[in-house]
Structure formats: C-alpha cells, structure tokens
Antibody, heavy 120, light 112 residues
Framework: QVTLRESGPALVKPTQTLTLTCTFSGFSLRASQMSVSWVRQPPGKALEWLALIDWDDNKYYTSSLKTRLTISKDTSKNQVVLALTNVDPLDTATYFC????????????WGPGTLVTVSS | QSVLTQPPSVSGAPGQRVTISCTGSSSNIGANMDVNWYQQIPGTAPKLLVNRESNRPSGVPDRFSVSKSGTSASLAINGLQDEDEADYYCQSYDINPSVRWVFGSGTKLTVL
C-alpha cells in the first residue's frame, strides 16, 4: 500500500524559511522511473505544481519560485524535503506531496496535505 | 493564473451527463502531452480519476470518460450521482521548461 504524509510547521512568520517533509511508504525512490513532487493549493484556489525530484536525483522547479525552492531526498529514510525561503502571506496554502511514476506520468498517490499559514 | 483553463463551475441533475473542458496550448495538450484528471472532495487530497486519456485506476467507475482534440481535453461524467459533487482538475505536462507539470484552474461540479 502506497502512502505519503506531509509534516512541518502550521504557522510561519514572513521572511522565514518553510521546511516541509514528505515521508512515504510502499515504494522506493531508489526505483527507476520514480519521482515525488510537491503541489500546493492556496485556500479556495487551484492546485499549483512546485517541484519534483526523481530516482536519479534530477530536480525540477516551477520557474516562478525557482530561486526560493529547494527539494532534496533521503532515500534511506523514504523522505523528500522541500524548503521555501523568504515566505510571504501569499505562500499560505495546503502543501501536498505526491508520487509520480514516469511510466504513468500522473500523480497517482497523494498525501493528505498540511496547511501552512504565513503570518506575523 | 493556471496554464490550463477550465470552467469555474458546472452542474447537473442526478442521472444526467456533464462535461468539463480543459483548454491548453501548443506547448502542452497541443504537443500531444498526456492529460490526467483528478477529483478533489473539499478538505481532502486530490485523487487520480483518469490518466493517459482513458485509463481509470482501480475503483473508478466507467461513468468517467475523457477525450482530447487539438489543444483541449474534456472529462465526461455519465449517470451523475450525488457523490460526484467535487472539484475536478485537469493536469498535463508543458514542454516549456519554466512550467513543466501544469494543472487546470479547477471546476466545481454541483449535483442539483
């Protein structure tokens, strides 16, 4: 059974760095063609893809946030970490991690999401 | 501003058929990239509904079907049921390296 779960702070102050961890089970990021992404959803708004890391440690970012995002993985812990620097109230959103196998090219499993509020 | 455009809302009575459109461009749907569809019950995570244009994950009824033409795609729901009331998102891949994986603007389906 494939599961993913996001963890991190619920409240972050403006200008701080937000660090989120996705802990998953039921698959491995050592497996060829496997990847994990982060997607966020501001309250009442649409989904926005943020970043992806794959089994070969290739990393991709949405250009609008590229200078502020860092994605990394710890294969031994089955974790993917996302860091977002210099947060702003506009970064308030529910953050999801999701699996994307390259042979499927769809986000086929999602974590429940974690709501992060940016406020002083 | 989403790269893929969907109508904000659609509605239908139980048993009816509704369609949700997803309009992209020559760098995503028009470039023959796969279009996937997700269902999201408010307050929960999105769930993959249909991928690779016709494949449904286990448990997804065949009332859900998709089509694609040019730079657009559509999700059709036949025999509308109360439990279909949700938000629906299309998703594709954009060959523009500045965006890559892109989502639609989302459509709220109301079952009357």
């Amino acid at each position: 059974q494939v599961t993913l779960r996001e963890s991190g702070p619920a409240l972050v102050k403006p200008t701080q760095t937000l660090t989120l961890t996705c802990t998953f089970s039921g698959f491995s990021l050592r497996a060829s063609q496997m990847s994990v992404s982060w997607v966020r959803q501001p309250p009442g708004k649409a989904l926005e893809w943020l970043a992806l890391i794959d089994w070969d440690d290739n990393k991709y970012y949405t250009s609008s946030l590229k200078t502020r995002l860092t994605i990394s993985k710890d294969t031994s812990k089955n974790q993917v970490v996302l860091a977002l620097t210099n947060v702003d109230p506009l970064d308030t959103a529910t953050y999801f991690c999701a699996r994307l196998p390259y042979d499927l090219y769809a986000f086929d499993a999602w974590g429940p999401g974690t709501l992060v509020t940016v406020s002083s | 501003q989403s790269v893929l455009t969907q109508p904000p809302s659609v509605s239908g009575a139980p048993g009816q058929r509704v369609t949700i459109s997803c309009t992209g461009s020559s760098s995503n749907i028009g470039a023959n990239m796969d279009v996937n569809w997700y269902q999201q019950i408010p307050g929960t995570a999105p769930k993959l509904l249909v991928n690779r244009e016709s494949n449904r994950p286990s448990g997804v009824p065949d009332r859900f079907s998709v089509s694609k033409s040019g730079t657009s795609a559509s999700l059709a729901i036949n025999g509308l049921q109360d439990e279909d009331e949700a938000d629906y998102y299309c998703q594709s891949y954009d060959i523009n390296p500045s965006v890559r994986w892109v989502f639609g603007s989302g459509t709220k389906l109301t079952v009357l």
